[in-house]
């Protein structure tokens, strides 16, 4: 059966058993047109859950068996109210029973432990999507659970582990060569070559449904969430954010990139390899258009987006012997690399008397721990200095139009000086589809509104 259509479900569709029932709807109505496979996130909010309780078991903390009881709780309700028939109802809660048992175990184990490794995070946050999965397949007619750790093959980066496309590929073409009905697929999982359970990182399940669609080669990537569509900024920071009908995939993949969280930005690689078109939905008003990502468009206006991250912190590395010598700037990224700090904006003066680069608060601590040590000898001499700011968040401005179009970063910088926003750093990429900046958070809101009233 010849799968031609990707539906993807995040925690927001399916957050109680009555937006469950419209996503059932919605399934049904796609699937009486042609064939499609389903992609289901967690219920909202189950993934923070469970990690939290990884947390709490760590500590032995006896809030966990308040949080687990309550995450069970809201499995079985949905269960009871969307099984299809009284024998599936019996068979579902003892189904759940067995997967909180199976849960129960694993937190065990993390407090005797004392600590929990990456690896078993990714085993407790894992239960979010197989609970989902298994619910939404009970509840849609046609239905049937397919767990994704059997065909989403992985290395061992637990966490965030990177896919093996080769292995996918085959895997997810021989595993729905015969099979008949509507799979209903958990998203955010996959498995390591020995088997073992991993996540492809926070709301990493958008990229499910992408790895799936590209290799299934369907002819459209659903994204069904809980706005009408990507926006020209983030509705819940500025209220004039208006719905983008239209954007290329590398216009996505900056906004996404730098914070619009609608869709995550692994997404658009797939599709763009089999020049699939990726469509966002809401599932609260399933009759407006949407968003369509896809490629070469024209591009106007010049700006679409204006997205930001918060709780970033920004490292200054200074000092005279960075001038001019090779190879300071690759000791600076390999020292954070080697941490695996995640460095998402890079700028550095000409004089090369400093180079500046935003990472997440939460890892400012190993980021400077490493370039200390790289540069131990520089900083006890005094050549190198090591300066850090935090209560930072970075803004970009996004769109293919801003591309060879003069003036555009002195609107931007005049508005925000007439706005009075203080700038600590900024970055264009090459491809001058985004300009990102570094401002103090508390100046977040004034800067996007502004933004946001100056270009749209
Ligand atoms: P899901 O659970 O469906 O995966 P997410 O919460 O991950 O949904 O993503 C949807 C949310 O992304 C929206 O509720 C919205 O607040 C946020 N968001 C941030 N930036 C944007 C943007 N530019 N356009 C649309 N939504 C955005
Ligand atoms: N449930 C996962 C998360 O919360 C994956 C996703 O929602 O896309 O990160
Ligand atoms: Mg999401």
Known sequence: ??????????????????????????????????????????????????????????????????????LKDRHIKAAEELSRSKKLKVESINYIENIFKELGLALENISKEKQVSNKNLDWVASFGERLSAYIMAISIKNAYLADAREFIKTDNNFVNAQVDFARTNRKINNFFRNKKGIPIITGFLGSTLKGETATLGRGGSDYSAAILGAALNV???????????????????????????QISYEEAIEMAYFGAKVIHPATMLPAIKKNIPLLIKNTFNSSVPGTLIKKDLIPLPVAKGITSIDDIALVNVGGVSLAGIPGSAARIFEATARRKVNVILISQASSEHTVCFAIKSSELGVALQSLKKEFFKEIKSSQVTLSDISGQCILALVGDGMRGVPGISGRLFKVLGDNGVNIFAIAQGGSERSISFVVDSKNKARALNAVHNEFF
């Open 1 to 70: 059966m010849k799968i031609t259509k990707i539906l993807k479900f995040g925690g927001s569709s399916v957050g109680t058993p009555k937006m469950i029932k419209k996503v059932g709807e919605i399934v049904g109505i796609a699937s009486r047109k042609e064939n499609v496979a389903v992609v289901v996130s967690a219920f909202q909010g189950v993934t923070d859950q469970l990690l939290k309780c990884a947390r709490l078991a760590v500590k032995n903390n006896p809030q966990l068996q308040i949080e687990l009881k309550i």
């Open 219 to 245: 002819k459209v990537i659903e994204i069904w969430t809980d706005v009408d569509g990507v926006m020209s900024a983030d509705p819940r920071l500025v209220k004039n954010a208006i719905v983008l009908p």
